[in-house]
């Protein structure tokens, strides 16, 4: 059994320094590893060797990807908040803030139990999320972490060992092969093999030695004679052997493969300069060699979604052995083996990965959305596997450039992709020369042409419901929006005069300078044109917008002195909170059918025998009787909290629990039920907060708003 050894920092030292030249980067981590060393002082692993000497080896893994000083650093302290009394402030006074966050982040992601048990989402889950979606480098700290865990795996009982392999392949494996770490993926999966399925793994490393005498020698001479070959053709090249891994040979035995069935046993890995020489080198081969029919793939052309590019071809080589070539660039080569960290910047400043391979990685955030989710454990895992690492397609416009789109992207996506304009004037797609719906689902490599008509009223509502990409999707509802705010306005002014009318308000009164200068403050609009805009979509109330102004006070006071009857029977829900004009001390209710909550513009409604019921000022059932009412105002209580439901119209409910939860911890909001009420056209939700002020519910609702799948939220009036 392999046993990892004890690491020394000086030998780290000398590795980082071959790539990091800036010394206060190295200085930085040799404060780190004093620092942790300290803190781990004393504690052992299970393996024997002194606890600092995991995170060292963790370090070391992220150091053959070239990892920047930050991640070395994180990856060195990640233990150190869940093992030891350090605190994330000694940190930040330590090592500073952008540190202390990816420490932070993993230790949080290190406390999720992935052991595919269903687990319905909690305040603790909401922030791990939000944490893990800031930067990739902490994923790329915990498979590192993974790996050396793995390595060392040995020293656990059975059922944890196979219990973690599991884990490791259906979680986080894939994850690697998303990122396109090779070199990580690859360890992972040999050592997760060992430990789910000791007999097949070890059998296939029996078979494998007993060959491999024979296939060292006959891959060696190959070696020879390909780079003599290229290099007679003056391209120059490197080529190296390339061992089959035990976990492919397993993937491909288990689909009912022989042995002597896989081509790939013996393999050659090539290096040239240019992308052309690829190309040459590629000829070159087969003119010597015969290749394999259907066993070329040109990924440098169609690269991988994790960014993957080479060329593959299989060719009968010397004494009738099957060779599997690869050929790439050096650059190729190094993205290949390290995936997105091969794209770690170097600064004198510091550094970041490129912004737009984090892009790339939302995905990410939905696993962790899925995990919080209340499925079983097979729908899990296939929800990982298939949902969120769904392929990514390539189709071809009729010109032969590629468009990437990910799986079950119809012909609007693609619209789209080429310009928002042809996506607006699209009437129709042909795909291989077949006329095609719009909602039909592309595959890999399909031919499209997508007509327009200049004269088109643009796309249809129903087409955000077919398409796949968020692209599209918000294109569309952009289109929508700005072709709405013309009937909007119009909606608006119509809606306000008729008010106006209504109220018995004149003209002259309400669109008096002062009067227009205060409604416009109030809602924090820049002109008359907005006011109409809210109007018309129903943001604001015009009843709220014409009332707030011209209701007669004086009238109300004596209407209460009047109509307030049968004291004893009022139930006093809260004598203080609540401020009646002119008088003290009366008892109020607060109505169910709107609940106002503070901050909301309220009036009093005087109820025969039942006190002053409070109402929104925008709610019908205060407007019933106008010479019932009465002003009131709220008297703040600080630690009062309001009953408030929301209603959540939305356009796909696929994780959308996990999104509207993860909003609710960051506005301090308690969640008293969540009620799915899906109907036939929309998904529809109801939730049931204590909020405790207008202003954090309407920043709440603005922030769920901004979720692409919801459409619209309201606050329920019955």
């Not at 992972?188 to 399925?197: A, C, I, N, Q, V």
């Not at 050659?268 to 060699?289: M, N, P, W």
């Not at 001390?585 to 019921?613: R, S």
Request: hydrophobic content about 35%.
């Amino acid at each position: 059994m392999k046993k990892t050894t004890e690491i020394d920092f000086s030998q780290l030292k000398k590795d980082i320094s071959k790539y990091i030249k800036n010394k206060k980067k190295i200085q930085l981590i040799e404060k780190v590893y004093l620092f942790a060393k300290e803190k781990h002082h004393g504690v052992q692993r299970l393996t024997g060797e002194d606890y600092i000497h995991h995170p060292l080896h963790v370090a070391n893994i992220l150091i053959t990807i070239n990892a920047d000083a930050e991640t070395i650093a994180a990856a060195i302290l990640h233990d150190v908040l869940e093992d030891t009394d350090t605190e994330a402030n000694e940190l930040k006074e330590n090592f500073g803030e952008e540190i202390t966050e990816l420490v932070v982040s993993l230790t949080k992601i290190n406390k999720l139990n992935f052991r595919l048990e269903s687990q319905a989402a909690n305040a603790n889950y909401r922030k791990i999320i939000v944490g893990l979606s800031k930067d990739v480098r902490v994923i790329i700290i915990k498979l590192a972490d993974r790996l050396h865990n793995m390595r060392t795996l040995w020293v656990l009982p059975e059922k944890q060992q196979k219990e973690t392999a599991k884990e490791t392949l259906d979680i986080l494996i894939p994850i690697a092969h998303r990122l396109g770490i090779n070199q990580i993926k690859s360890e992972l999966e040999d050592l997760s093999l060992r430990y789910l399925k000791p007999d097949v793994y070890f059998s296939i490393v029996e078979t494998l030695n007993k060959t491999k005498k024979d296939r060292d020698i006959a891959v060696e001479e190959m070696m020879l004679n390909v780079s003599e070959l290229l290099r007679k053709h003056q391209i120059k090249n490197k080529v190296k052997g390339r061992a089959k891994s035990i976990f492919s040979i397993y993937q491909k035995l288990d689909k009912g493969r022989e042995f002597r069935d896989i081509y790939d046993l013996m393999a050659l890995r090539i290096f040239v300069d240019t992308e052309s020489d690829c190309y040459q080198a590629l000829g070159i081969i087969h003119s010597k060699y015969r290749p394999i029919p259907k066993r070329f793939k040109d990924f440098i052309a169609m690269p991988k979604t994790n960014m993957y590019q080479s060329l593959h071809t299989t060719v009968f080589g010397d004494k009738g052995n099957v060779f599997e070539i690869q050929i790439r660039t050096y650059k190729m080569d190094e993205v290949a083996e390290k995936g997105i960290a091969s794209h770690w910047g170097y600064k004198e400043g510091g550094s970041k990965l490129q912004s737009t391979l984090e892009e790339k990685l939302q995905f990410y955030r939905s696993i962790i959305e899925l995990k919080t989710s209340n499925v079983d454990d097979d729908d899990f895992v296939s929800s990982v596997k298939q949902d969120v690492f769904d392929e990514t397609i390539y189709v071809f416009t009729p010109k032969g450039d590629v468009i990437e789109l990910p799986n079950g992207a119809t012909p609007i996506d693609f619209a789209y992709k080429v310009h928002s304009q042809v996506g607006e004037k699209m009437v129709s797609a042909i795909v291989n020369n077949n006329i095609v719906p719009l909602d039909y689902q592309l595959k890999n490599q399909d031919i499209i042409k997508v007509n327009t008509n200049p004269n088109s009223l643009g796309p249809s509502r129903e087409w955000i419901n077919m398409v796949k990409t968020a692209q599209a999707k918000n294109k569309i509802k952009a289109f929508f929006a700005k072709a709405d705010k013309e009937k909007y306005y119009e909606n608006g002014e119509e809606l306000l005069s008729k008010e106006l009318r209504t109220q018995k308000v004149t003209n002259q009164s309400f669109f008096a300078d002062e009067n227009i200068s205060q409604v416009l403050k109030h809602y924090k609009l820049t002109n008359l044109e907005e006011l109409y805009i809210a109007i018309g979509s129903k943001k604001i109330s015009v009843k709220e917008v014409v009332a707030r102004d011209y209701l007669d006070s004086n009238k109300k006071e004596e209407v209460v002195f009047k109509k307030i009857t049968n004291e004893d029977q009022v139930k006093n829900v809260s004598r203080n909170e609540i401020i009646v004009e002119g008088m003290d001390d009366l008892k109020v209710n607060i109505a169910k059918c709107c609940q106002p909550i503070f901050g909301d513009e309220i009036i009093g409604y005087i109820t025969k025998g039942h006190g002053i019921t409070v109402h929104r000022l925008n709610c019908p059932n205060s407007n019933n009787c106008k010479e019932r009412t009465v002003d009131v105002r709220w008297n703040k209580q600080e630690d009062k909290k309001y009953l408030t439901n929301l209603i959540i119209y939305a356009n796909h409910d696929q994780n959308l629990l996990l999104d509207i939860m993860a909003k609710t911890a960051n506005f301090d909001l308690h969640v008293k039920h969540f009620n799915d009420l899906e109907k036939k056209d929309d998904y529809v939700f109801e939730i049931v907060l204590l909020v405790s002020e207008k202003t954090a519910l309407d920043k709440f609702i603005q922030s769920l708003e901004n979720i692409k799948e919801i459409d619209r939220v309201e606050r329920v009036i019955r």
